[in-house]
């Protein structure tokens, strides 16, 4: 079974109106092993690029290495071996940074990490909408990346995002399998509240 026809209904129906875009993303794991094209990669920073920020810094940046390129490898190489086994049949890997000051003064940036989080949502809607999966990865060789791409002190990176075409189940180990569907969700009244807690 291909995942693009897992019945997403059941998980994923929500309890408010909302666009069918929100619950039809989620993070599946299997890939095709297809590349991802630089014009599809440019669509999915433009979408990126929209996002709000704090002064409007912009402080996201996007690294990123295509299946059969130049830097795929290296990139392959900053996951750790749990992400490796399926990540490694995406069309394209990309690190999630920002810059940890603001240009305009300076000054460290409290929030470079949130405005961030909200391109690479912004990104992940895009490849939604396009046909394409993400799958967000924390695990990761922190340690490695940021001198292996030259980052010095200025940013930070916070994860991985394979990005591909949906694949087949069957190409997965068994044991990832099982886990194959997507998730459920915490209610509306779970997660806000009206006033103090
Ligand atoms: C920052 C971040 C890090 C994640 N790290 C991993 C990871 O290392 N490996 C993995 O298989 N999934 C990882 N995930 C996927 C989450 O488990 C997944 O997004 C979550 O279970 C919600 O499911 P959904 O995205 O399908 O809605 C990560 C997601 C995010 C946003």
Not at 14 to 35: C, K, V, Y
Not at 141 to 148: K, L, S, T
Not at 172 to 186: A, F, T, V
């Amino acid at each position: 079974m291909n995942v693009s026809e897992i019945q997403i209904a059941e998980t994923r129906r929500p309890d408010h109106d909302i666009e069918t875009l929100f619950p039809n993303r989620w993070s599946p794991r299997a890939m095709s092993g297809e590349a991802v094209s630089e014009e599809e990669l440019h669509r999915l920073f433009e979408a990126a690029r929209w996002a709000p920020s704090s002064f409007n810094e912009q402080p996201w940046r996007f690294f990123w290495a295509r299946r059969g390129t130049e830097h795929w490898s290296l990139f392959e190489g900053f996951l750790n071996p749990y992400n490796q086994v399926w990540a490694s049949r995406a069309g394209a890997l990309l690190v999630v940074a920002s810059k940890k000051t603001f240009s305009h003064n300076g000054k460290p940036n409290p929030v470079h990490g949130f405005d961030a989080g909200a391109a690479w949502v912004s990104l992940a809607l895009q490849a939604t909408a396009m046909g394409l999966v993400t799958h967000g990865m924390a695990g990761i060789h922190y340690d490695q990346i940021p001198q292996a791409l030259g980052l010095g002190d200025e940013l930070a990176v916070h994860c991985m995002v394979a990005v591909g075409r949906p694949g087949d189940i069957e190409s997965l180990p068994e044991k990832l399998r099982d886990n194959e569907k997507p998730s459920g969700r915490r209610t509306v009244d779970e997660i806000s509240h009206e006033g103090p807690l």
